[in-house]
């Protein structure tokens, strides 16, 4: 029996399918371009990644369901963090005549096209009514969501992308301001005098 659709998840999901459909020949492409082999091994996972993901919404499309037991995307190693800018790497000059791109560019165009396709898988998500459609855009939101992790990890360990540090005394202060609920005053209790 054919899917009933609502409109606008209908064209939310053909929208996912185009996003995804240009997302793959970008980390095609980039892939072809770096010299790097952590950053074409990144790259190679994520296009596996997404690919999975088109074809999930294919079958959608087609009323074939969608598989309940796929996988949501892993990183491959976890990595600490380097907070706080020690070493700044310094930025390159735009090159308005660029005819490749260089790994720092590479990582800043994938993590941005995995920080909006997380955006938009959750607002999509939210405008759909089937649940089967619905779990399609957030499975693609929480893999961009990973991917975009990733990528910013091997950013940040390469000193691409670093994360200034806030002073101790900051944090104290900011962290302080914060109290817990008195006892008995939890959500839905109340107490009369």
């Not at 990890?153 to 005394?169: H, I, K, L």
């Amino acid at each position: 029996m054919a899917r009933n659709w609502a409109a606008h998840e209908l064209l939310e999901t053909t929208e996912l399918l185009r996003k995804l459909t240009a997302d793959i020949e970008l980390h095609a492409l980039c892939s072809e371009m770096t010299t790097d082999q952590e950053l074409k091994s990144i790259l190679r996972r994520h296009i596996e990644t997404m690919d999975n993901t088109y074809h999930q919404g294919i079958n959608l499309l087609q009323n074939k369901g969608l598989n309940t037991g796929a996988d949501f995307y892993h990183m491959h190693g976890h990595r600490h963090p380097h907070v706080g800018i020690e070493n700044p790497h310094v930025m390159p000059a735009p090159n308005p005549n660029a005819t490749r791109f260089n790994d720092m560019t590479i990582g800043t165009l994938i993590l941005n096209t995995h920080k909006a396709g997380a955006m938009f898988g959750m607002v999509w998500a939210n405008e759909c009514v089937d649940p089967d459609v619905r779990g399609l855009h957030v499975m693609s939101a929480n893999n961009c969501q990973q991917m975009a992790y990733e990528i910013w990890q091997y950013m940040n360990t390469r000193g691409y992308y670093e994360a200034p540090s806030v002073p101790m005394t900051t944090v104290k202060t900011v962290t302080q301001t914060f109290q817990p609920a008195a006892a008995g005053n939890a959500y839905g209790t109340h107490h009369m005098v």
